[in-house]
């Protein structure tokens, strides 16, 4: 992978979350700051206004045959959850603790253009925990280098 800028975008495979929220992607800037061709470090920032989580995290991952795969890491705790009462979904922010990592997976779409799947990788009792509070664990991305 090439070191610079990239930009994206994630969303939620419950499209419910996007609609109520006000927006149904969520976009993001990537800088790759180093890279030795097929494994990669940089950090990353989602947009706050299309509910990305706060604060500037990393991103570390690798190319393969025709593939990608990387985690993202954010500094803040940052969980999107059912109001059960209402049925509205809100995000609830910890910044005493970190976020879980994220595991992104995909493939090259074309020459610097990358789409695939997110999830987070709960152990079975965090997994149940996580789906009885209403949260969502994955969805879809995609992102692009910017040439400049």
């Given at each position: 992978?090439?070191?610079?800028?990239?930009?994206?975008?994630?969303?939620?495979?419950?499209?419910?979350?996007?609609?109520?929220?006000?927006?149904?992607?969520?976009?993001?800037?990537?800088?790759?700051?180093?890279?030795?061709?097929?494994?990669?470090?940089?950090?990353?920032?989602?947009?706050?206004?299309?509910?990305?989580?706060?604060?500037r995290?990393?991103?570390?991952?690798?190319?393969?045959?025709?593939?990608?795969?990387?985690?993202?890491?954010?500094?803040?705790?940052?969980?999107?959850?059912?109001?059960?009462?209402?049925?509205?979904?809100?995000?609830?922010?910890?910044?005493?603790?970190?976020?879980e990592?994220?595991?992104?997976?995909?493939?090259?779409?074309?020459?610097?253009?990358y789409?695939g799947?997110?999830?987070?990788?709960?152990?079975?009792?965090?997994?149940?925990?996580?789906w009885?509070?209403?949260?969502?664990?994955?969805?879809?991305?995609?992102?692009?280098?910017?040439?400049?």
């Open positions: 992978m090439e070191t610079g800028l990239y930009k994206g975008s994630y969303q939620f495979n419950n499209e419910r979350i996007g609609r109520q929220r006000g927006f149904e992607k969520t976009y993001f800037t990537i800088v790759i700051t180093d890279s030795d061709g097929h494994s990669f470090n940089g950090w990353v920032e989602d947009d706050l206004s299309t509910g990305g989580m706060e604060g995290g990393t991103v570390s991952g690798k190319l393969y045959s025709d593939g990608i795969e990387f985690v993202k890491n954010m500094p803040y705790l940052s969980i999107i959850r059912e109001d059960s009462a209402t049925g509205e979904y809100g995000q609830m922010i910890d910044k005493t603790k970190k976020h990592p994220i595991y992104y997976d995909g493939v090259e779409i074309e020459n610097n253009h789409g799947k997110w999830a987070f990788k709960y152990g079975v009792l965090m997994q149940v925990a996580v009885l509070m209403g949260a969502k664990m994955g969805g879809t991305w995609e992102m692009s280098k910017v040439n400049n």
